[in-house]
């Protein structure tokens, strides 16, 4: 079985950080990519980056490299995504997913979600 429990969402100030979890079961988190995505009200759902797992390989999406970054806690079957310097463009719901595909970058590459945490950041 495959889960998936966000959590660290929040509301911060602009240029301010905050680090998001993925809780995940131990099945998601040695066999699938575990990928980071957000989606904003209004705006389809967008690919932040992933993180491989078993090959402890991360990728980040252009649009956040520099901001974001993507680790992992093997002991706790636990990968994160420091976010730094947010702005209030970053606001949104942000999900963390599991699929097979290594990098999948679409939505439709990932069969399994969590229920998403809400990040607000205020100007």
């Known amino acids: 079985q495959v889960q998936l429990v966000e959590s660290g969402g929040g509301l911060v100030q602009a240029g301010g950080s905050l680090r998001l979890s993925c809780a995940a079961s131990e099945r998601a988190f040695t066999n699938y990519c575990l990928g980071w995505f957000r989606q904003a009200p209004g705006k389809e759902r967008e690919f932040l980056g992933a993180h491989s797992g078993s090959y402890n390989v991360a990728y980040l999406a252009e649009t956040v490299k520099g901001r974001f970054t993507i680790s992992k806690d093997n002991a706790k079957n636990t990968v994160y995504l420091q976010m730094n310097t947010l702005k209030p463009e970053d606001t949104a719901v942000y999900y963390c997913?599991?699929?097979?595909?290594?990098?999948?970058?679409?939505?439709?590459?990932?069969?399994?979600w969590g229920q998403g945490t809400q990040v607000t950041v205020s100007s």
């Open positions: 997913a599991a699929g097979t595909l290594w990098i999948g970058k679409r939505t439709g590459d990932y069969d399994y």
